[in-house]
């Protein structure tokens, strides 16, 4: 499955990682065996639910996605592409309502086998959309909230369901509308986890997504106990009318809706019914639980074992794809300041050290060999529009912000500036976008003219009003800092005054939550989809969830365009207009794209045989049935 990030998660995240401050992930002693064919990685801790149906962390579900196979893959640009399934286009139809639904076919390759040697059939397609699509569901995936026809029938097991489904949602939405409920709630989620105070977590509790995040927890609750009473008495509803078997290797999925996502949703990875389906029963997951430490599935490794936080897995000779060329993995948890140590001294082959220019200079010395992958999200420096009501004024601070140097003294190569507000990973990113703002101080002069301000005795005033502004910081040393700094000496010349507010977290996040902030940076984390509503549509602006606080009726417009086709080449005409809007309305400059790196032992791993063009969507192990070691490559 392909996850949804939250976006207090990723806000949090995204700024954070913009502070030099890097957390020891993990512990135990670093192993390598003896077998030529063998590759160790370096990993965080593990969780031992190496199931892709119930897995919560990104560590489990590496191991859940090298046991397992999905119907599709990501390509490069975050498209999905052939894997277990030959890829096939949604097709649209008028449905039983008149309005268009959607049909997903998923048709199995030939020779697809689980590692016992048993066929993958529509069976186990269809059993394993049960697992996400069962009434007691606990995991991270959302489909359940697709409109898959037959669905909320089978949930609640009741042909005739709307009352007791109008019930569940209103109890639901009266929880996440309790301000108390709501804000134990995100204690519950964030604070151990990320380290976050009640204080930090109060500005969210009417944040629109958590919202709705918090109401889907609560339905799949009040669901479970409904459903746990309906079928003690047995099924009534066994199946979902809308996946259907076709043949023995295709399954059919009707969406009673045009959803862009919901081709991510339904993109699963396949488990064998005979395996986990022994002691299943609708309402009932305990069993299939019970094998989440003993994964068996039709990827290119066979799991072996998990032992002092290692992960051992063994090359599958039936993988579809071909046998893998490493006979053996090994996945050890190694603590994240090492990460880089741990491949110089041999004893692991692949790390991901933090992307900075001291690693890369190490890197570089100790002649070991080094990937530079984009980061799936981006830097930015927002302005506030309901702070900056002028567009004029707007485009004055824009053409104020010189991205270069900042970049530059920052990362170095690590970066590149972006043109448009969105990863140019993505499959929309606009690759003949051109510069919308160039450094200027006379632009910046001109556009505060056109707005009215003239320059008077020194300063630039407007109604007799000198113009002043605040520029905000979350870190005294983040990479925006000389970008501001210049801004500064740039507005106080031109006879402005400007400060630099440099908070901690906690104010900046209740500051910046409730829109008092008028210009800020910060960085996005970016997803395969580029959907743009929760970030720039008029109707967010109020929710705290855009928090340019832009409205503007023709990206509406575009924006809700965006969501209801599912053409990906209309989709990026649209999206491309979009963010033409975007910038604009000169409320987000696009600052910069940094980079992950992954280290690599040469002496080991032939590194000829890693993927060309990686990106975030496609690392290192997206062909791992191709990788070879160093030994391999000599004796052919």
Known sequence: MFGKTKKIIALFICILMLLPVIASCGSGGVWRGQSEGT?????TEFNEVFSPVFYQSAYDGAIAGLVHTSIYKLDRNGSLTDLACKYQAPKEFKGDDGETWVKYTYTLKNNVNFSDGTPVTADDMIFTFKLFL??????????????????????????????????????AEAKVNDPVWML??????????????????????????????????VIKELMAEYTESKLSGGISVPDISGIKKI????????????????????????????????????????????????????????????????????????????????????????????????????????????ANLENVERAQKAELH????????????????????????RKALMHLMNRGPAVEAAYGELADIIERPMS????????????????????????????????????????????????????????????????????????????????????????????????????WGGSADPDMYQIYNSGQADTGNNPYRI??????????????????????????????????????????????MYLINQDNIDINSLPENMTPYYEWDAEIHNLKTTAMAESE
């Open 370 to 393: 080094y990937e530079l992958i984009d980061n799936n999200g981006y830097g930015y420096i927002g302005i506030n529009a309901d702070k900056v009501p002028d567009k004029n004024v």
């Open 247 to 354: 043949n023995d290797k295709t399954v059919e999925v009707t969406v009673m809706a045009v959803n862009p996502t919901a081709e991510l949703e339904l993109a699963i990875s396949i488990i064998p019914e005979h395996y986990y389906g022994k002691e299943y029963k609708k309402g009932d997951l305990t069993g299939v639980k019970k094998l989440n430490g003993k994964p068996l599935g039709a990827g290119p490794y066979i799991f072996d074992s998990f032992e002092n936080n290692v992960v051992s897995l063994t090359a599958n000779p039936d993988y579809f794809e071909g046998t893998p060329r490493i006979e053996r993995l090994v996945y050890q948890v190694t603590d994240t300041d090492n990460r880089f140590e741990v491949v110089e001294d041999g004893s692991v082959d692949i790390s991901d050290p933090p």
């Open 134 to 171: 069962d009434p007691t569901y606990d995991g991270l995936a959302t489909m359940f909230t697709l409109p898959i026809q037959g669905l909320k029938e089978y949930l609640y097991d009741d042909p005739d369901y709307e009352a007791v489904d109008k019930k569940i949602n209103d109890d």
């Open 424 to 523: 140019k990973v993505s499959w929309a990113f606009p690759t003949s976008a051109t510069e919308y703002y160039g450094y200027s101080k006379d632009k910046a002069l001109e556009y505060f003219q056109a707005a009215g301000y003239t320059q008077e005795g020194g300063k630039l005033v407007k109604d007799g009003v000198q113009f002043s502004i605040e520029l905000w910081l979350s870190a005294p040393d983040h990479p925006v800092v000389p970008v501001f700094t210049q801004m500064k000496t740039d507005l106080e010349s031109l006879g402005a005054t400007c400060d630099i507010i440099s908070t901690d977290w906690s104010v900046y996040m209740d500051n910046y939550t409730q829109g008092v902030i008028p210009v800020w940076a910060a960085a």
């Open 551 to 596: 409205r503007n009726a023709e990206l509406d417009k575009l924006i809700d365009e965006g969501k209801s086709i599912i053409d990906k080449n209309k989709r990026k005409e649209i999206y491309a207009k979009a963010y033409d809007i975007v910038m604009d309305e000169a409320v987000e400059m696009p600052f910069y794209q940094r980079k992950n």
């Open 39 to 43: 590759v160790v990685v370096a990993s």
């Open 184 to 217: 134990q709630w995100l204690v519950d989620q964030y604070a151990e986890a990320y380290g976050m105070t009640e204080d930090e977590l109060r500005p969210y509790i009417d944040d629109e997504d958590e919202k709705e995040d918090a109401k889907n927890d």
